[in-house]
């Protein structure tokens, strides 16, 4: 299982997250990101590290348990 964390008070929104993996990044009705798992399985491990690498913010931790 994958645990992440986004710092909503420092994200901007870019949305490369959401592009790069849509089944656990997703946004709200106003285009603030969110997710839409906290414990991942680990078949989406590498998409949601690579998410984590492309936000120009660094606002999305991963970690694994």
């Known amino acids: 299982m994958v645990t992440i964390e986004l710092d909503k008070e420092l994200c901007c929104s ?38 984590a690498s492309l936000c120009p913010q660094g606002v999305i931790t991963v970690e694994r348990e």
């Open 14 to 51: 870019y949305q490369a997250c959401v592009a790069e993996c849509p089944e656990v990044f997703g946004s709200d009705d106003v285009g603030v990101v969110k997710i839409l798992m906290n414990d991942v399985p680990e078949v989406y491990r590498e998409k949601v590290e690579l998410a």
